[in-house]
Each structure stands twice: as structure tokens, then as C-alpha cells.
Nanobody, 127 residues
Framework: QVQLVESGGGLVQPGGSLRLSCVGSRFNLDHYHIGWFRQVPGKEREGVSYIKKNGLTVYYTDSVKGRFTISRDNAKNTVWLQMNNLKPEDTAVYYC????????????????????WGQGTQVTVSS
């Protein structure tokens, strides 16, 4: 069974950084495209970024471009989301998700494109 485990969330001041990790448990991530999403209570889940399984194609939602970087190391079965210059509006529960086949462009940020989800990790940006 595909299982994803996120870690790295926490409390950080505005302008600070965090690096989230998404690890595949008992399956190989290298077969899957991986996306990062976030959700705040009362709002829909929002696509933040994704990385194709070859590691060469990445995509970001406009609000995080230039601040967040997605990367992967298939040998370590891990995908990371490096988040710099964090803002209070980045506060959310962050989820990683996996899928075997993914549309390109902004369509790849749609939560409905993904099949497997992690449990999420809380990111709080506050002074």
C-alpha cells in the first residue's frame, strides 16, 4: 500500500525558512509524480508545487514562486519542499501527494489529480 509521510513542519517567524520532507513508506517514489498542497480550516486544499518523477519538470503556484523550491532524490525515496521568506499567509497544514500519471501545467496542481496522500504537517508562520 502506498504511504506517504510528511515531516519538517513547525513554528517559524515571518521571513524564516522550513524544509518539508515527504518520504515514501514501503513503496518506491521514483514511479510517482509528487505534489505539495496546503489547507487552512474552512478553505479548499490548494496546490503549492509539484515535481514530475524524472525530477526535471517542476511547477509552482504564483504565490510561492521565488520563495519555495521543490526537489527530489529518488535514491533516498524523498521529496522536499524548501520554503524561504515565509509569510503569515503560508500558515497551513501541508500535504504531499502521489500519482502515477499527471497532467502538465497548472492542471498538475489540482488535488483531484492525485491518488495517494500523506497525513500532513502543520506550518505556522507567526511572530
Amino acid at each position: 500500500q502506498v504511504q506517504l509521510v510528511e515531516s519538517g513542519g513547525g513554528l517559524v517567524q515571518p521571513g524564516g525558512s522550513l524544509r518539508l520532507s515527504c518520504v515514501g513508506s514501503r513503496f518506491n517514489l521514483d514511479h510517482y509524480h509528487i505534489g505539495w498542497f496546503r489547507q487552512v480550516p474552512g478553505k479548499e486544499r490548494e496546490g503549492v508545487s509539484y515535481i514530475k518523477k524524472n525530477g526535471l519538470t517542476v511547477y509552482y503556484t504564483d504565490s510561492v514562486k521565488g520563495r519555495f523550491t521543490i526537489s527530489r532524490d529518488n535514491a533516498k525515496n524523498t521529496v522536499w519542499l524548501q520554503m524561504n521568506n515565509l509569510k503569515p499567509e503560508d500558515t497551513a497544514v501541508y500535504y504531499c501527494a502521489a500519482v502515477l500519471t499527471l497532467a502538465g501545467g497548472r492542471y498538475g496542481l489540482s488535488p483531484t489529480e492525485y491518488e495517494y496522500w500523506g497525513q500532513g504537517t502543520q506550518v505556522t508562520v507567526s511572530s
